[in-house]
């Protein structure tokens, strides 16, 4: 069983932070010849497909991410430092991507509405930032979670 949550988990992980990788190093310079409405309803389309992705990854990391802490490990206690770290950074990520989900993301797709461009602009440009950051910090979690073991 173990071998099977560590697995689903890494997978989730790879979804989340390659996704946000792409989105980040690949689509955006890619679409930013379009023009400002072309290019926010692209967006906002890929957000549509890719946040879902993002949903389910964070419920299979909670899932077997707490299972293998819990039922393999015996809980925090027996947990190495590069499991706390994981945790920690892991609950940050999936707070400052709810605060996306919630926040801009939703004020986007009334600025597509509206047809209001400004505003939809400026909701691409904090969920750029809260990409970036979820980024870096997913990075961070793949370099604790693949080197972790072995600097302990």
Known sequence: MIALATALHAVAAVVWVGGMFFAYMALRPAIGPLEPPARLALWKRAFDRFFLWVWL?????LLTGY???FAELGGFANAGLHIHIMHGL?????????????APYRR???ALEANDTDMGARQISQIRLLVGT???LGIIVVVVAASGRYWM
């Not at 990854?57 to 990391?61: D, R």
């Not at 892991?90 to 919630?102: A, E, Q």
């Open 67 to 69: 299972w293998i802490i």
């Open 57 to 61: 990854s964070i419920v299979l990391l």
């Open 108 to 110: 986007l797709g009334k």
């Open 90 to 102: 892991g609950i940050v990520m999936m707070l400052l991507f709810f605060h996306l989900w919630f």
């Open 134 to 136: 979820n980024l870096m």
